[in-house]
């Protein structure tokens, strides 16, 4: 029987959604407070796209896909609005093109294949023409894809978003009390933020690793606990991230978690 058999939660999801495979990328969209989530089908080369409303956990669209059923991807996001890329090559990482798509409907908005994004600043996406040479940039209306102005690096500042992530840290750095399991090869990720302790850490089992997840307040009570993965051969990455107050991570890789805290 589990230790945590008689645990009762103190928090309960505010999200939690189940995708048909594997979540590869989540992006936020600071000004709607939208998550985009890229979904990858390997067994059949598939990705899907969905969107969904951290505010109030709303479904704004699900298993959007493109004409291009592999070789696409997310890019950035922006005033609700989703930026898709493409790649020149299977075997490489190089993108190109931009494909737009409104974050309420899921409808494009607009695709340019001569494009290619450089970087997402506060004022909008930077992109280039990636025919020409020498790259020149310049900022685009994310609404229509028209170019508005050459790139102006004092005004036009990369945009910071306010994900928060845990660190990497020895087990030895933490308080035992924020560890109710044997930790796995002395490293555990931990972030104290909004006066709750939360933990991610490996645990051997019968030569297999688990991947759990904890939430304590500040006394040390255990408020919430999740078995991210089990039965793995390594160790995972880092399991969550936090975003004005909201913990999100992923579950056996195609499970979305949101924590209001």
Known sequence: MSIFA???TALLPF???????????????????TLFLEIRDHA????GFSALSLQNGDIYFEGLTTPERWLTGIEAAYNGVLLLHNYQSATGPVHKGITAIEAV?????????????DHLSVNGPIVYNAQLQPKKLFLID???????????PVIDQPLNNQIVSPELLPATAVNNLYLPLSV????????????????SLHT??????????????????LLYHDLLNNAIQKMQPEAFVLHNNQLIYLKNR???IVLNL
């Open 6 to 8: 008689n645990f009762m």
């Open 184 to 199: 796995h090869a002395n490293a555990v990720h931990y972030i104290s933020y909004n006066g709750f302790r939360i933990v």
């Open 44 to 47: 059949d080369k598939q990705v």
């Open 105 to 117: 409907s899921g409808k494009e908005l607009w695709s340019n294949f001569t494009l290619a994004f």
């Open 204 to 221: 051997l089992l019968q030569e297999h690793l688990e991947q759990h997840l904890f939430v304590f307040n500040e006394e040390c009570t």
């Open 142 to 152: 994310v609404k229509t894809g028209n170019a508005l102005r050459a790139y102006e």
């Open 254 to 256: 195609s499970g979305l």
């Open 15 to 33: 999200i939690s959604k189940i995708y048909p495979a594997p979540v590869w990328r989540m992006e936020i969209d600071e000004s709607s407070q």
